[in-house]
Every structure is written in C-alpha cells, then in structure tokens.
C-alpha cells in the first residue's frame, strides 16, 4: 500500500495559474509562491451571488482518527465529478506536529490537497508570519518595560505570552529577563505553539486590513499595577504588528490530487479558538464556487458548535447542509471497545457508541440546517456493521452515505455528493442558540444543555471573580469560546457515548479581546504539546535530488 | 527629498520572469514568489563558464553608517549601464533589527533592491525556514533528554540554544524546563537572534543538499556527562534539519531600481560567523553573469579577511577585484572628529583618520588582488575634502573614484565601473594568508598582524585549555573566525585609526564544526541585540490599501 506522500508524489501537479483559471481568476489575481501554490489578491473585483455552503463536521473524535479531511477533500472531488463547480475551505496545518506524531492535516491516500509536503511544512509562510507578529509584540511589551513603562504594566500580570511553531514541552514554562540591568526584567514567561496564538483567531476573524488592524488593536496584552487592563492599542505598535501580516491575510490557493481548487488559510484550534480556517478564505470559496465545502476541527460540539456560533455573525452566511463524518471504530469506541480491538466486528458496541452520533444529529439539526452523516468507511468494518449503522441513520429520517475517499478519491463519495447537494436545497431557517447579547452565563448553560447534552455549568470561584470584573468593562456579552476536550461530550476525556445530566465545570475565562471572544476553559487545555519518545523527525530524510521521505 | 522606501514604491517593478530571462533563465528555471520575487532552481543546467568577481568591502564602519550596500547597488547598475553584464550577490537582511533602529539592508536612495518591503519583511521565507529548523533541533535536543537521555548528555553543556528573528533582549537568558515532570529538565538557556544561528553560516557555505546535510550532522550540540562533544548526527535528525532547509537553500531573485538582477542570499554576521551571502548565490551570479559584485560584511578586516580566507576556498575563486569603499565622515570620525561635528570641513582630522583606509587597502593587497577605493559622497562633504583624499589614495598609486549613487542611481558611480572593470582586467595572483593546514594560533597571528597591524595574540586561561582540547578532537586545525568589535582594528572599539603593537585578547573559542571553522571570541559580542527606547515599531503603519510607512 503507498504511503500518502508516495501518492501525491506520483500525481502530477497542474500550474497553479491552471486551477486559478478554473475559478475564473487570471494570473495577475495570484500571487505564485512557486508553480504550484498561489495566494490570492483581495479584495476579488467583481464577485458572483455566493454559492452554497455545506460544513463538514464528525462526532468526538477518538485517539484513532476519523479522517475528517479526508472525507472534505473527497466530497468536494466526488461534487466536481458530478459537475457541481465546488472549492475546499480548509485550515492550514501546523509545522510543530509534523515533527512529532501525527500525520499531516492534508487529507489521506487519494482524498488528498497538494503539495501535501509544502502544505505541511512551512507552505507560504502564514504560520511564520504569525509566530514573527505574535513574538515581535511579545518583544515590544518587555521592551516597554524594560525602557521606563510609561504604561505602568504589571510584569507579573502579562497575559501575552510567546510563540514558536514547534511542540516544545521545556518551553511551556519559563524564566525570561535574566542576566542583569540591560537584559530586560525578569518574569515568569512561557510559550504557546503559534496555531495557539490570539493572532490567529483575529487572522481568521479578519475581514480586511482594516478589520485586521482593529481587532489588533484591541487585544489584552496584560494589566497595570492598578489592575486596569492595558491593550496593543495602548502600546500604538497596532500597525506595525499588522504590517508583518499584511501577506498572510491572504487565502492561499491549492489543488486537489484530482486538480479541483482548495483554498487553505488559517488553523486555530478549535478549543481555545474557534477551530475554522479564515472567514475570508470562505468567503473567497463563496464566491468563486457555486459550492463550497469547508470544515470546522474536533467533532460537531466543538468546531461545528463555534462554527455557527462564532463564525456565522461574522461571515455573514449559515451552512446550506451539515456533514457529519462517522466512522465504524469510534462509534464501537464509544460503545467501550479498546483501542486494540476496534477491528473486529461488535455490533452491540456499535448500536450503544452511535448515540454519541445521535446527540451531534440533534445538535447541528438545532440551527435549523439540513445534515448528512457521512460513513469513512475503513476496511476492517464489516458490511454488517456499516448496514446497521446506516439504519439507525435512517431511522431518524437523516441521509447517510458511506464513503471510501481515501482508496477511491471522489469517486469514492459520489453518493454522498448527491445526498449533500439535495440537502443544499432543502428550506434552511438557520437559529442561533441564543440572543446575539446573551451574556456568557446563558451562552454557556445553552451550549452545555442543546449541544453537549448535560444539565448545568458550574464555574470555580476565579472564574466568577472574573465574571463581576468582565461586566465592568463590557466584556461579560462577548460570544464564548467553551475550551473543552475533543474526546467527550463532557469535560471529562474519558466519559464517552452521550452522557446525561453532567456539569460542565469552568476553571477560570480568557478574554480574546481581538477575535472578539471569552474563552471559558473547562480542564486543562494543553497550548504547547510535546514530542513523543521516538519523534518522527527521526525517520525523515530528503536526498541529493530534495526527494523526501518520512512525512505523513 | 524622498524616504527610501518612498522612491521605492514610485518605481514600477518589472515582472521577475523578465529579470530571469535577462540571465537567461526560463520561467521553469524560476519558481515566483509573488511577481516580483523569486527562487532559482538549483543546480543551473549548462552553466557558462564563471565571471568576473568583484568584492566590496570597507574601511571600519561607523555608527554613522557609510553606504556600502548602497555603493553595492549602484556600482551593479553603472557597470550594467556601461553595457557590461552585471548581477549582484548580496545577503539578506534579518527581520528584527526593522522593528527597532536601523534602516534595511537593501541600499537606499536611488540604488536600492527591490521590492524593498518585502526583503525587509518575510522576503521568501529564509530567515524563518532557519528560525524553524534551529528551534526545531533544540526541541529535539531537550526531547531527548525529557525522553532517557540515551546519549547522556548533559544538560550544563548544551551549546545549542535557542533562535528568533527578533531583537528580544529579555530572551538573552532564560530558565527553561520549568512545570515539572511532563514539562523538561529545567536548564539556563537562551536565545540568539536567527542571523547568528550557525544554521546560516551552514547554508551559506554549503554547495548543495548532501553538503548541508553533512554539515548539519557533523554540528556540535552539547557534551556528555563524559565530557565528550555530540553532535547532530548522534540524534539522527540530520535529515529532518535539512529537508526544513529544502526550499532556503535556494538563491532568491529580484531586481535593482533599474531593472538589473540582485541575488539575495543568506546572511551570516561577520563577527560570530564569515558575514558572506551564500557561496550557492555567488555560485549562480558567477555562472550568469559576466561579472558578479558582491559584499561581505563590516569592514576589510572583518568581513573582507573571511571572504578570502573561509569563502574563497569553499567558492573555488577568488576576487578579480576589491573596492574598498569610505567615507569622507568616517575617515573624520577615524580622525577624532565627534559624530556631531562631521559636516563640517575639517582637512586635518581627514588627513589623520584616513590612515584606517590605508591599512585595509594594504591588507586587502596582501592578498595580491587589485583594489579599487569608492569614495561615497555625502551632501556635506566638501569638495576640498574629497580631493585631499583622492589625492592621497591616488599618491598609493591605487584608483579612487567618488560615486554619488544615492541620488544618481547607476550613473552616480560610472567612474568607479570603468575603474572596476579595468583592475578585474589587471593580473590577480591569490596568495593565502597562512597555508591550509595552519593551526588556530598561527592563523589569528597572522590576521593579527597582517590584517589588524597588531603585535600579537593573547589566550584567556580558558581559551589556551579549550586549544588543549580541540587538538585532541583535530579541531585546531580548522579555519578561524574572528569575533570582534567592527568599529576599530583592534578588539577595543574606541580605538580608532590605525593602532600599532596592539595585542588581540581572546576570551574564548566556539566549535562551528558543521560551517566548519572555529570562533575566536574577543571582547563580548551581543548575539541578541534590544529594542531601543522607541522602537522603529512604533511609527510603522499599514493602510486599507495594504500601503506601508514607516519602513525605512
């Protein structure tokens, strides 16, 4: 069996002024970086009505993978088969885990965006652009200090810590400013991995330049000695910070193996962020597409939840249909089958692990959109288990498709192409959760009743300090941003299927200030992972000729 | 009168396909970043037989700046107006200094490279690619330590530390580690800024993929608790290192004001490292162009001294000329004036200081290659003074020419081309300073006093035992690599002029085993520079239209 990187090695590309034209975009609209990557200049002269939009989302993902992007780069490959002109939406990857375990974020075998290798590496630079921005305020703010602090900031009260794109577990924590008078003020300190970074989300929430310096401006660096909160504004580097991200606001520009274009910009995580590659990357799709199929990370209560939630006020546009990818293993995971035992055939965990695909259908149905469940069908699933798991689908009147992308590409998912663009034209009344100025009380109880399925939120004794200091300055009405783990519908890893009558328990908020969020965090979130034992930077090579071998 | 970056943005550029093609190079030769920019595919098919190679270097800069990369850029363009084939081989600037003081690195005036912004700012991408890959084995580095430490290193004596493109003073030293069991071994750390990472002096000197990753490998890390050095190979992450260098290692492309070819490659400081643009950059403006100009950093004693002594051997050819490029200011400055008073007249001080000239011409002669002086012209200089120092260089029976090439663009130094061409077209005998397998101490002595005009060399109680342990590794033996203050001759900056009988105190040594020559260190040089008072950061802006101010 080929490796995914020996797959897309074996596809030739086609110039990336090739794929623009598709789109209707001439070469002086791009920006190459190389023959096969472009940005793409905005704003778009002219554009079209906007096309429809259908979001991809799953159920909790397991430790296992679900192959989510897999099946978004294969739905949109089955749509263009079938002659519906469709873009991807999708977020970029970051470098850091690429050296560790994981394999790219590019999708898999022949449901795959390309150069996946440039895709997961350092592609057009936006996450380098970010980490440089992100750390160049990070600079400026103990420089401030360092030279008089006129803003009188409280070095113990910094809420902007560093970045680096890289899982580096000995920088979590640390120690800055050492080494005497003309080497800055020593504080605690600690670094993020970038796709972490509040500038990130403020990337993604942008809708221009202006938009972009705004939401910049605005972000809380850290707080003074009399407790007031102090701002980039405040600092007046708001334009410089901008000026180093004035190429990465711009989508970039891809294809698939099956040469359809994909528009990939920005990945913040879908925890402590809201998990969506960039509106404006979205809106491009919109309008360059009469479809457009994007994604949201971690399952439906996560990404798809903020997705709605977050996204939608500022794009503009709801989803014209929902999909919401599941997979035979993680509906037995779910059931309590172990990890080493998901191969074999267990219909009864099956039938008790699908409720957790249940309550995401409720969920996503709750905004008043269609849904489509998409089976990523892997070949250890037997036919009786994908047959059972289709009926219990049907049962509640939603359609299901099994799909099998990774080994067919588009052709692959050619039935659920169909059952998503019908879904597409069925009446969408889309309904928020709440009231545009719910406070974050309401929002919270909301999202942990309709989405998660529990019964109350219960906040620590820091969180609610924190809630009486927010409404002083405004902040207590701002969407929220629930940070919770992917694995569980709760806030414990380990409670899996659809629990009941839960509390979810908020240890303390983050205000975002720039994306325009809280962010309420349940547990602990890690924001700088780790490298494993054996990383795979170990198994990596590239010869005299730049082959490469080792990424996936 | 107009800011750089303002006569920069009134030019109309021409498309990069152009530029290539004036070198002869396809579109498929190149690969585009953005329209303006590029990175030329290596190796070169069928590459002409070598030019002409003219290097630039300079008397001891001053605080006040003396133009050199601005006299770079017009020298290019006159000999291109003169009709003789010119490409120019220059190093690329680092990010962070932008944010604080200093102007960029891409000329000024009418003798700029172009898109000046953009190689100022991401450019293509290098200085993160290298910001990525060093951090990326630091975190390999503390990995494998958190991990088993299977190669007992000891993490007092880690020599590998951190980098970022940013002038971050409150970086220079860290606790890292810190967060208990699952986050590291708590150690001292720091951070340099990117350009001082020996990944640059790496590529720079590397003569394609397999050279890299050789040199990667054979990079020192730390010690074990044995005492005994590891290096990159031990850890087996050579080759992850290398293929983040895959697409730096390629020269970028743009263009002058006036449409000539600038290749901008690399830039190593040329105090901890040989502050030379890559030798793959002087490689290619070697194989296109009839002549290439090139620069090395600081001044002939510095920069120039390693040209010809660590470049020049790995680039397999030598200067055919050398301009030595001053200032009526500078020589003033040399001569005692205060920074204040050097617009005004002053033959005397002139007279004195011009001394410092005089000895890099005779070093730089030394190495039996023709010199050319440039005299670069302020507005404040009088016509007095720049005769009594043209008469003066022209008593040495060496040729002088005053160039205007600020505000006149190419035709500001046509003089000096015709100067130029004429000394490449004079017999060049390359003699080395000391034979190839000459050890450390003879070679400092010899750069010493052949190059500074001092006496002799002096070893701290720790550098004479490091020379112990270095002959035990065969490490005495390598090329040296002087660090040392660019202001003066010698290693006290304020001594300025031409000192006699001088001593050279070396602090300590520092293994580049993979750029493969030793440091010497004298004096302390600052691997992390701060952010001013008011940083450059805080007048820089971006308006709607992605217009930019403030970069200077």
């Known amino acids: 069996m080929s490796s995914d ?24 609209q791009i920006e190459p970086y190389g023959h096969t990557k472009a940005k793409i200049d905005l704003p778009l002269v002219a554009p079209k009505q906007p096309g429809k939009l259908v979001l991809v989302t799953s159920i909790n993902p397991t430790p296992a993978g679900e192959g989510k992007s897999t099946v978004v780069v294969g739905l949109g490959d089955a749509m263009n088969q079938a002659g519906h002109q469709t873009v991807l939406a999708l977020r970029e ?49 103990d420089n401030h200090i360092q030279q008089g602090n006129a803003l009188n900031l409280d070095p113990r009260q ?19 400013g050492l080494g005497g008078r003309t080497s800055g003020v020593p504080r605690q300190d600690g670094f993020d991995i970038t796709v972490a970074s509040e500038l990130m989300a403020v990337l993604c929430l942008s809708e221009d330049l202006t938009d972009l310096k705004r939401r ?48 990939i910009h920005g990945g913040p995580f879908a925890n402590i962020a809201h998990g969506c590659n960039s509106v404006l990357a979205t809106q491009t799709a919109l309008q360059l597409g009469d479809y457009t199929v994007t994604e949201a990370g971690f399952g439906a209560d996560l990404g798809g939840e903020k997705f709605m939630d977050i996204k939608t006020p500022v794009l503009g546009k709801t989803p014209d249909a929902v999909v919401i990818v599941a997979t035979i293993r993680a509906m037995k995971y779910n ?20 409720v957790n695909l249940k309550r995401h259908i409720q969920s996503m149905q709750q905004y008043g959109v269609p849904v489509v469940v998409a089976i990523n069908r892997f070949t250890s699933d037997t036919d009786a288990e994908v047959a059972a798991l289709t ?34 034209k069925q009446p969408s009344h889309f309904t928020r959760l709440t009231p545009a100025d719910a406070d974050l009380m309401t929002q919270m109880t909301a999202i942990t009743q309709k989405i998660y399925g529990g019964a109350k939120v219960e906040l620590s004794t820091k969180a609610e300090r924190q809630l009486k200091t927010f409404a002083k300055y405004g902040w207590d009405h701002l969407p929220v941003c629930m940070a919770k783990t992917q694995y569980s519908l709760t806030d414990d890893a380990h409670a899996l299927g659809a629990p009941h009558d839960f509390t979810i328990h908020v240890r303390e908020f983050a205000p975002r200030l720039g994306a325009g969020f809280v962010v309420a965090m349940t547990g602990n979130v890690l924001t700088m992972p780790g490298l494993p034992k054996h990383p795979a930077a170990l198994d990596m090579d590239i010869d005299a000729d730049g082959q490469i071998t080792g990424l996936f």
């Open 5 to 28: 990187i020996e797959i897309s090695q074996a596809t030739p590309l086609e110039p990336i002024e090739k794929i623009a034209a598709k789109l209707g975009l001439t070469p002086e």
């Open 93 to 141: 990857p970051s470098l850091g885990p690429v050296m560790g375990l994981k394999g790219g974020a590019t999708g898999g075998g022949h449901a795959q965006v390309v150069p996946m290798e440039d895709i997961n590496l350092h592609f057009t630079g936006d996450m380098h652009a970010l980490t440089e921005a992100h750390d160049t305020l990070a600079a400026l703010i």
């Open 158 to 176: 910094i809420v902007w810590k560093r970045v680096i794109d890289i899982n580096d577990r000995a920088l979590r924590q640390t120690v800055i």
């Open 216 to 263: 910049v401006n605005r972000i809380l660096i850290g707080y003074n000695y009399d407790k007031e909160p102090v701002m980039v504004g405040d600092l007046k580097v708001g334009g410089a910070i901008t000026l180093l991200l004035k190429d990465a606001i711009k989508p970039n520009l891809v294809q698939t193996l099956e040469h359809n274009p994909a528009i």
């Open 335 to 354: 059931g309590g089958v172990k990890r080493a035992d998901l191969e074999t055939e267990n219909l009864d965990a099956l039938q008790q692990g699908s």
């Open 391 to 424: 009926a219990d689908v049907e049962a509640l009147d939603v359609p299901v498709s099994t799909t099998t992308v990774w080994a067919d590409g588009g052709a692959g998912a050619l039935d659920l192409a169909e059952k998503v663009v019908a879904a597409t």
